[in-house]
């Protein structure tokens, strides 16, 4: 009986104890969340440069999408806003095009054959990119860089090529049933596994950054980004690209300039 | 008799210790308070003068290191941000408000120094 006491006695000295213990640490403890803005250095030194001039890319894939358009008009003002360079306003140069042109005004072939349906892309998947995009290295390009320098006053040049390609896949995707029992009405959970059908997209950009006043290229970065979704949704192809190039987008401007990241943290006392 | 005698040095070594590292202590959160006061206002400079004191007069408090974290953070010092806020979990490997503060700056500092598929 004693002994019982005594265990009691100690359960209960002891539970005392660590409650006190909880108390005081919590109490100790003393917490407050700060902003904080981090910065992150440009990757590249654009001290040289007043001016920026997005020219255009090397566009392929969905035609649902001009990629090469809506990736210069999205850069452009995104570089107006965040960047200290002063945007040049010029039309997108359809690249692809250009090499073309260049190549039967110098009497060789085109780089790929137009596709006999005029709803198909020229360039359908990164083979047919690279193929360009190499020609893109040719010195008689930097020729045209340096004549770009001439006509805008020397700016840094944006170019590059992009891919903007729809993607299906299939395959188990994990499910939680939900069933309500008819006399309860209790709801119970159940884990499956269920065969579903996605589609999707996928952008593969790279981005050339050109010295115009020499025509050497300075820096590039390439990306990828893919997004699927139920085959029952239908999102659209533009509103896709953009939720793709949002996640690209912060990256590429840091290339250029500090960027600020907002965030919060806790200081501890 | 040599016994005691190492048992009251010891006790004596204790007496003038443990006030003294209680002394240091208390400086040290003293420190780390004004710089989480002045970090409020914007001053960040000054919050890391005072949280390099507080890590200086006590090595051993981790809030001291994860604020220094915090501030060097603030002030674009990745690699200083890393190894204060390394600091601050060795210490108290459990905290989860370090831990969280350190997850939150790895994705950054990552990314900084992602370098992979750049040319």
Known sequence: ?269 | MRVVRRALLVAALLAVAVPLYADRRSDAKAEVAFGIDVAHKGLWREAILRWQKATELDPTYAQAWNDLGIGYEQMGKFDEARAAYDKALKIDPNNEYIRQNYDAFREIYDRQNRRGRDH
């Not at chain 1, 004693?2 to 005392?16: D, L, N, Q």
């Not at chain 1, 790929?112 to 360009?132: E, F, G, M, T, V």
């Not at chain 1, 939680?176 to 709801?187: E, S």
């Not at chain 1, 999102?235 to 960027?259: H, W």
Request: glycine share 4%; hydrophobic share 40%.
């Open chain 1, 1 to 269: 009986m004693r002994s019982v006491k005594f265990m009691i006695a100690r359960t209960a000295a002891a539970a005392i104890i660590s409650g006190l213990a909880a108390v005081t640490a919590a109490a100790c403890l003393s917490v407050s969340d700060v902003q904080i803005e981090t910065p992150i250095q440009a990757k590249m030194d654009v001290s040289a440069f007043q001016r920026v001039l997005v020219v255009g890319f090397v566009a392929g894939g969905s035609k649902a999408v001009d990629a090469n358009t809506e990736t210069v008009r999205l850069l452009k003002s995104q570089l107006r806003t965040k960047s200290d360079l002063k945007v040049v306003d010029t039309d997108p140069l359809p690249l692809a095009d250009e090499i073309d042109k260049r190549r039967i005004a110098s009497g060789e072939a085109r780089i790929l054959p137009a596709p006999a349906n005029a709803s198909d892309p020229l360039i359908k998947d990164q083979k047919d990119l690279k193929a360009y995009a190499d020609a893109l290295t040719d010195d008689s390009w930097k020729a045209y860089w340096r004549k770009l320098g001439e006509q805008y006053q020397s700016p840094l040049i944006v170019t590059g090529s992009i891919l903007f390609t729809e993607t299906a896949s299939s395959g188990m995707q994990q499910t939680i049933q939900t069933t309500q029992d008819a006399t309860t009405g209790r709801a119970s959970y159940t884990e499956g596994k269920q065969f579903v059908d996605k589609k999707g997209f996928a952008i593969d950009p790279t981005f050339i950054f050109i010295d115009s006043r020499t025509g050497d290229q300075l820096y590039s970065q390439a990306y990828h980004q893919d997004v699927s979704y139920s085959s029952s949704l239908t999102t659209p192809p533009l509103s896709s690209y953009f939720e793709l190039m949002d996640k690209i987008v912060p990256s590429f401007l840091s290339t250029l300039s500090t960027q600020k990241i907002k965030g919060t943290r806790v200081l501890l006392k």
